[in-house]
T-cell receptor, first 115, second 117 residues
Framework: AQKITQTQPGMFVQEKEAVTLDCTYD???????LFWYKQPSSGEMIFLIY??????QNATEGRYSLNFQKARKSANLVISASQLGDSAMYFC????????????FGAGTRLFVKA | DTAVSQTPKYLVTQMGNDKSIKCEQN?????MYWYKQDSKKFLKIMFS???????INETVPNRFSPKSPDKAHLNLHINSLELGDSAVYFC????????????????FGNGTRLTVT
């Protein structure tokens, strides 16, 4: 069965430093997409970054980058120059299956940015 | 110009009651979803609809009945509410995956916090 694992329930990082949030996934599909979402305390779900299973280069979006290691089935999120507003829950997710009608989520990592 | 809107935002009700949550998207997507986020923040897919057809039903009790009158709307009706139904319910939409492309993220509504007392 497909699965997403986020092993860090909580992380602390100093403002302006970089932080890596871990994500490993398990799938037997060749075609899939990996996503990271942010959920601030206000509750909305915000899409951050995407990596396709066939993409050879790591995705980047502003201060976010995705460290994709396909052989290890890992898709870690790197946030550079952390800001206080980055304090939130972060979810790793995978979209797979015929038609991509199912996206499953990891348990999330709560990130705390310290001033 | 809200992309995915769901109502109500809060729902407080007693055990045994029936309630509905409505969702609408104006993004032109052909796929809509319901997710349940429990008190530990775990997000679990409940249903997935594509062009009004049920595609995914993740062993949800049949007290939960989704309805999609058209591809822009997906409503969720819950019968005989139980304490364990208390959660935040998120509606989401996306284009369906095309060929080998799965690059479309989910667009979420702001969630409905359901509290069953």
């Amino acid at each position: 069965a497909q699965k997403i694992t986020q092993t860090q329930p909580g992380m602390f990082v100093q403002e302006k430093e970089a932080v890596t949030l871990d994500c490993t996934y398990d799938t037997s599909d060749q075609s899939y997409g990996l996503f990271w979402y942010k959920q601030p305390s206000s509750g909305e779900m915000i899409f951050l970054i995407y990596q396709g299973s066939y993409d050879e280069q790591n995705a980047t979006e502003g201060r976010y980058s995705l460290n994709f290691q396909k052989a290890r089935k890992s898709a870690n999120l790197v946030i550079s120059a952390s800001q206080l507003g980055d304090s939130a829950m972060y979810f790793c997710a995978m979209r797979e299956g015929q038609g991509g009608f199912k996206t499953i989520f990891g348990a999330g990592t709560r990130l705390f940015v310290k001033a | 110009d809200t992309a995915v809107s769901q109502t109500p935002k809060y729902l407080v009700t007693q055990m045994g009651n029936d309630k509905s949550i409505k969702c609408e998207q104006n993004l032109g997507h052909d796929t809509m979803y319901w997710y349940k986020q429990d008190s530990k923040k775990f997000l679990k897919i409940m249903f997935s609809y594509n062009n009004k057809e049920l595609i995914i039903n993740e062993t949800v009790p049949n007290r939960f009945s989704p309805k999609s009158p058209d591809k822009a709307h997906l409503n969720l009706h819950i019968n005989s509410l139980e304490l364990g139904d208390s959660a935040v319910y998120f509606c989401a939409s996306s284009p369906s995956g095309q060929g080998l492309s799965y690059n479309s993220p989910l667009h979420f509504g702001n969630g409905t916090r359901l509290t069953v007392t």
